[in-house]
């Protein structure tokens, strides 16, 4: 027989939930930005979410198109900051921080937009790349003492994010959208690539806000 008493199994069981969650969660925010969001009649005219920052920039919206590189951003931010709790020991630990980097340089510009003479309209997003190293080295060196102090503050940051990666980029979409609309003549509708990114993000919030309740539930019942 299993020496957990009944509360201790239905902790780990709500534990393991909400990581499945998460994972799926974050998982429906790297398949969707590498999914089509612009859904044009033609193979030339469908965008993936990873194409369209770059190909909106001849529409004249200026900086706004960075928006469009938010998710990988949000999503290294987020599994960088999942990692705040977890043990320093765990190789596991180390390698999601790791690919929380690797996943934000889908933002990364190409190297001749980088030299050339507009370079200013791209040092945005490897200023956006370098905070989620930061966040991520900083998980490791100082999140494991915030985390036991607050142990709300991983879960707060995650429901921000979450909303900033839904919120933003579908903005931006909506804004587009009907202007590629009126230049091609024909309706369009809304990518998988939109929705799947906004769901994986509300429901990394989702999970959070949960967890935030649980954590305020838990303080005030001592």
């Known amino acids: ?86 043990p320093n020991g765990r190789w596991q630990t180390w390698a999601m921080r790791g690919l929380a980097v690797l996943v934000s340089l889908l933002a ?29 080295l900083l998980s490791g060196l100082v999140g494991p003492g915030l985390a036991a102090r607050r142990p709300w503050l991983p879960w707060l940051l995650l429901a921000l994010l979450g909303l900033l990666g839904a919120i933003a980029p579908a903005w931006m979409y909506a804004q587009v959208a009907p202007y590629v609309s009126q230049v091609i003549g024909l309706p369009l509708g809304i990518g998988w690539g939109v929705w799947l990114n906004a769901g994986g993000h509300l429901l990394v919030t989702a999970v959070a806000v949960w967890q935030l309740w649980k954590n305020t539930d838990r303080e005030e019942h001592g």
Not at 51 to 80: C, H, S
């Open 108 to 136: 990364f510009p190409a190297i001749e937009d980088l030299l050339g003479v507009s370079r200013e309209q791209y040092t945005g997003r490897v200023y956006l790349i370098g905070l989620v190293l930061a966040v991520a």
């Open 1 to 86: 027989m299993s020496s957990q008493n009944p509360q201790s199994l239905i902790a780990n069981r709500q534990s393991s939930v909400s990581s499945l969650l998460l994972i799926a969660g974050l998982t429906a925010v790297f398949v969707g930005y590498l999914s089509v969001w612009l859904p044009g009649p033609g193979v030339g005219l469908q965008f993936l979410g990873v194409e369209l920052g770059e190909w909106v920039k001849f529409l004249g919206v200026g900086q706004n198109r960075d928006l469009f590189y938010l998710p990988p951003i949000t999503l290294g931010l987020m599994l960088a900051v999942w990692t705040m709790a977890w």
